[in-house]
Each structure stands twice: as C-alpha cells, then as structure tokens.
C-alpha cells in the first residue's frame, strides 16, 4: 500500500489493519481526490493479494471507506493507534470504535449504510 500511495505522489506515514479493516496515514498530494485515493489503493491491493495463493482468490474489499483529516500536531499520536490496532481492539470492536468516532465529532450517519456482510 505505500508503494500505491507514493505511485499517486502520497507520502505514507502510517499503515496497518486487522481481519475486517486497514488504516492508512498519510499526507495526501494535492492533486488527487480521497475518492480517487482510496479506489487506487483498493484496486492495486486487491490484485496483488490474489496473488498470494487460491485462498484469497475471492477477495474483495467492501465498497465504502472512511477518511478523515488528522492536524499535523496530531501525526504521532494517530501513527501510534494504527501501529497497534490488534491490542486496541481487543477492547474495542471496529464498529463500536467508529460508532463512537462519528459520535465524538458531530458526524450524522445512517447505521444502514455502514455496514457490509
């Protein structure tokens, strides 16, 4: 994934996911939308993790993402988080975490739309 970012002109800062998700930390260039971004790094991925055996013939990552702005001031403490995102949600399920973000910051949702089987 940081070879996908730094091929779209991103510096990669932080990188790390667990069974059902993956964050990313990284200074976006200019010149590409989060949509875009996000559908590059879904796609490349996608393909070479097919090619890692017939046990992974079938994935797919789920159609929607996350992104959010992260101050500079906050870069180390938000690196920590996604370096340990085994421990952390042994406390913590993804979904109650994000549940909690959005809450946290005034974002409306429609829980519908959150989830994917």
Same mark, same amino acid.
């Given at each position: 994934?940081? $070879?996908?970012?730094?091929?779209?002109?991103?510096?990669?800062?932080?990188?790390?996911?667990? $069974?059902?998700?993956?964050?990313?930390?990284?200074?976006?260039? #200019?010149?590409?939308?989060? $949509?875009?971004?996000? *559908?590059?790094?879904?796609?490349? $991925?996608?393909?070479?993790?097919?090619?890692?055996?017939?046990? %992974?013939?079938?994935?797919?990552?789920?159609?929607?993402?996350?992104?959010?702005?992260?101050?500079?001031?906050?870069?180390?403490?938000?690196? #920590?988080?996604? /370096?340990?995102?085994?421990?952390?949600?042994? #406390?913590?399920?993804?979904?109650?975490? %994000?549940?909690?973000?959005?809450? /946290?910051?005034?974002? *409306?949702?429609? *829980?519908?739309?959150?989830?994917?089987?």
């Amino acid at each position: 994934m940081g $070879s996908i970012l730094r091929d779209l002109n991103c510096i990669p800062i932080a990188i790390n996911g667990v $069974s059902d998700h993956f964050h990313i930390l990284c200074v976006m260039s #200019k010149n590409i939308a989060l $949509s875009k971004l996000a *559908e590059e790094v879904k796609r490349h $991925s996608s393909r070479w993790i097919k090619t890692k055996g017939d046990y %992974y013939k079938n994935f797919a990552w789920q159609g929607g993402y996350g992104g959010f702005s992260v101050s500079p001031s906050l870069h180390d403490k938000t690196r #920590k988080y996604i /370096e340990n995102q085994e421990e952390h949600h042994k #406390k913590l399920t993804f979904q109650e975490e %994000y549940l909690l973000f959005l809450k /946290e910051y005034g974002i *409306e949702y429609d *829980e519908t739309y959150l989830w994917t089987d």
